[in-house]
C-alpha cells in the first residue's frame, strides 16, 4: 500500500515539474511572445495582460494542484501508517495491561532462547497463575477484576528488574522471562518472587487474588527447545499444584525423559503381546486349616528382546488409565484359561486394572473368551481388582462386576487396605473376596498398628462373610498368627516364589506328593 502511494506521490510530482518546464521552455524558446502578439493584432477585441495572466498562471495552479495532492497523499499514508501500527500493537499486546501477548511472547522467548545458547546464561520462563479466576467473576465486577489485573501488573513490574520480559499470554496468565546467571539457584528465585506475588493485597469492596507459579529453564546444556515447548512446560507442571497449598512447582526433566521412555517402552508392550514376550507365572495359594493348593495368582513377566526378564514393576503403570489396558487385560484372562484347561486342579486369579473393568463391554468380552473355553468352569476364575488404582464411577464398576458376576466369575479386592474408600467398595461391589496388602504383612509381628490392621481386615472380612488371603508371608511365624487369628488363605515366598507354568505344575505335583511336613502342622508350627 505504501509502496503504491509513493509511486504516485512521485507521478504526480513530476508531471507538475515537467508542465512547469515545458510552460517555461515554450515561453522562452519557441517565441512565444511574438506569437502572442499575432494572434491578438488578429484578434483585437482580446485583452493582451489577461490572456498573460492565465498563461503565467496556468503552469502555477497546476503546481498549487501538485502540491495539495502531495499533502493530502502524506496525510493519507501517515493515518495509515497509525492504523496499522495500532492494528500491529493489538496483535501484539494485551488490550488492558498493554503487556505482550501469548503471540509476541513466543518470539520474544525464540529471541532469548536463540541468546542464550552462546551464553553461560540460564534463562527461566515463569508463569502466573491466577487461582480459581472464573471464580471471581461470581462475586466481582469485570471492572473490579480488570482493576485487580492492573494492579497485579503493577505489582509484578515492581518487583522486576529491567532486562526481565513480562507478558500476559492469557486472559488469568502472566508471564516472565528472566535470564540468570547457570549457579544462581532457580529455587531460590521460585520461593522469592511466590512469597512476593501469592496475594496480591487489594482494597477490601476489590476480589483478592492469589496466583500460583509454574517455572522451568533451559540453558546451552539442554537439548535444543522452542519456546512454544517451553511454555508448555511450565504449563504442565502447574496442574501438580493445583489442589495444595504449594505456591510454586518447578518443571521437572527427568519426569520428561521419564514420559518418553514410557511411551516407547508403551509402544514395545503393545507389540510384545502379538510377539509373544508376555508370560504368566503363578504364585500358589495355600488354604490354611487344610493346607491344600486350591488356587493360584496369575502375574505378568515380560521377556524383552533387549532389557531381559521384566517383572511387572518395570511395565504394569503403562497401562493404568490407557486403552492397551484392555488389549492386556485380555491377553492375561485368555492366558489364564490356557492355564485352567491344562490343569483344572488350581483356580486362578487374575490382576485387572479399574479402567479395564469399568469398560462397557468388559462383561461381553469375557463372556466371548469364556465361551471359546467351553471345558473351563468360571468359577475356576477369579479377577483380583486393585483398590489402591482409585475407582472414580462405582456405577460403571458395580454394573460391570455384577455382569462377570452373572457370568459365574467371582471378584476379590487387591492390596486391601492401602486405598481410601475400602469399606465403601465392600458395600457396593459384589466382592467375593479380599487380600491384605503384603505392606501390613511385613511387619505386623512386631508393629503394633500393623498388627491391629490385620486383625481388624480379618475380623471385617468375617463380618461381611467374605474370605481373606494374607500377602506376603514369608516366615512360618507369620502363618502361625495368621491362622490363629482365623485368616482363611496365604500367598507368599514362605511357599514359593512366581513359577513359570510348568516349574508351577511340577511345583504342586511335588507338593501334594511330598507333603513334606503333615499340612495341619505346617500351618499349626
Ligand atoms: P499383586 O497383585 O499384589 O501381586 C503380589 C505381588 O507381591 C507380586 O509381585 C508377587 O511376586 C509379590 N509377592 C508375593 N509374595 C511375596 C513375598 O512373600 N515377598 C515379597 N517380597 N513379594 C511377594 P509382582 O509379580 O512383581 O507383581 C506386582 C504387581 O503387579 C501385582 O501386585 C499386580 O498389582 C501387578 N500385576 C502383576 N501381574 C499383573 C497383570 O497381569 N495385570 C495387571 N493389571 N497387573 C499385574
Ligand atoms: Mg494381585
Ligand atoms: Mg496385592
Known amino acids: 500500500m505504501q509502496e503504491q502511494l509513493r509511486k504516485q506521490i512521485i507521478r504526480d510530482s513530476i508531471i507538475s515539474l515537467a508542465v512547469l518546464v515545458l510552460a517555461t521552455i515554450w515561453f522562452t524558446k519557441y517565441e512565444t ?9 488578429q484578434h483585437e477585441s482580446w485583452e493582451l495582460d489577461e490572456l498573460f495572466l492565465v498563461l503565467l498562471l496556468s503552469p502555477a495552479i497546476l503546481l498549487w494542484f501538485a502540491m495539495r495532492r502531495f499533502r493530502d497523499a502524506l496525510t493519507q499514508n501517515r493515518q495509515r501508517v497509525l492504523a496499522e501500527q495500532e492494528f500491529q500493537n493489538k496483535l501484539k499486546f494485551d488490550s488492558l495491561t498493554g503487556l505482550p501477548n501469548n503471540a509476541f511472547l513466543e518470539s520474544l522467548l525464540d529471541e532469548k532462547i536463540e541468546a542464550i545458547n552462546n551464553s553461560n546464561n540460564t534463562l527461566v520462563f515463569v508463569i502466573i497463575s491466577i487461582v480459581k479466576y472464573e471464580a471471581l467473576y461470581e462475586c466481582h465486577s469485570s471492572q473490579e477484576i480488570d482493576d485487580s489485573l492492573i494492579k497485579l501488573r503493577n505489582r509484578i513490574s515492581d518487583i522486576s528488574d529491567l532486562d526481565w520480559i513480562i507478558a500476559k499470554p492469557s486472559r488469568n496468565r ?17 520461593h522469592k518472587l511466590s512469597e512476593q506475588l501469592k496475594f496480591i493485597p487489594l482494597n477490601t469492596s476489590e ?53 518418553l521412555n514410557d511411551c516407547k517402552l508403551r509402544k514395545e508392550l503393545s507389540s510384545a ?27 505378568v513377566r515380560w521377556n524383552h528382546p533387549e532389557k531381559g526378564f521384566l517383572t511387572p514393576d518395570k511395565f504394569i503403570h503403562l497401562i493404568d488409565h490407557h486403552p492397551i489396558s484392555s488389549f492386556f487385560g485380555e491377553w492375561v484372562i485368555e492366558a489364564a484359561l490356557n492355564q485352567i484347561k491344562k490343569d483344572a486342579r488350581v483356580a486362578i486369579s487374575v490382576n485387572i486394572t479399574v479402567c479395564h473393568i469399568e469398560r462397557a463391554e468388559f462383561s461381553q468380552s469375557l463372556a466371548k473368551l469364556l465361551s471359546r473355553y467351553p471345558m473351563v468352569s468360571p468359577s475356576k476364575l477369579k479377577i483380583e481388582l486393585t483398590e489402591s488404582a482409585g475407582i472414580t464411577d462405582y456405577k460403571k464398576v458395580a454394573l460391570s462386576m455384577k455382569a462377570c458376576t452373572a457370568l459365574g466369575i467371582r471378584f476379590s479386592l487387591d492390596d486391601f487396605g492401602t486405598g481410601y474408600s475400602a469399606l465403601n467398595q465392600l458395600r457396593v461391589l459384589p466382592i467375593a473376596q479380599i487380600k491384605i496388602d503384603r505392606s501390613f504383612i511385613r511387619n505386623f509381628l512386631t508393629d503394633q498398628t500393623d498388627f491391629m490392621m490385620v486383625s481388624s481386615l480379618i475380623g471385617l472380612a468375617s463380618n461381611f462373610n467374605l474370605e481373606v488371603v494374607a500377602e506376603g508371608v514369608e516366615t512360618l511365624e507369620q502363618l502361625a498368627k495368621l491362622n490363629d487369628l482365623g485368616c482363611h488363605k496365604v500367598q507368599g515366598f514362605l511357599f514359593s516364589k512366581p513359577l513359570s507354568a510348568p516349574e508351577f505344575v511340577s511345583w504342586i505335583n511335588e507338593y501334594n506328593e511330598l507333603n513334606f511336613l503333615p499340612k495341619k502342622q505346617v500351618i499349626r508350627q
Do not use: R, W
Open 33 to 41: 511572445f511574438e506569437s502572442i502578439m499575432l494572434f491578438l493584432q
Open 174 to 190: 502472566f508471564a516472565l522471562v528472566i535470564e540468570i546467571p547457570e549457579e544462581k539457584n532457580i529455587e531460590v528465585l521460585a
Open 273 to 299: 503381546i502379538s510377539n509373544n514376550e508376555l508370560v504368566l507365572h503363578f504364585q500358589p495359594q495355600v488354604v490354611l486349616n487344610s493346607g491344600e493348593i486350591l488356587s493360584a495368582e496369575a502375574l
Open 207 to 259: 476480589p483478592v487474588i492469589q496466583c500460583k507459579l509454574g517455572l522451568t529453564y533451559f540453558n546451552d546444556n539442554d537439548e535444543p527447545i522452542s519456546s512454544v515447548n517451553m511454555m508448555m512446560q511450565a504449563y504442565e507442571a502447574l496442574p501438580k499444584i493445583q489442589h495444595d497449598d504449594t505456591a510454586y512447582t518447578i518443571f521437572q526433566k527427568a519426569e520428561e525423559a521419564n514420559k
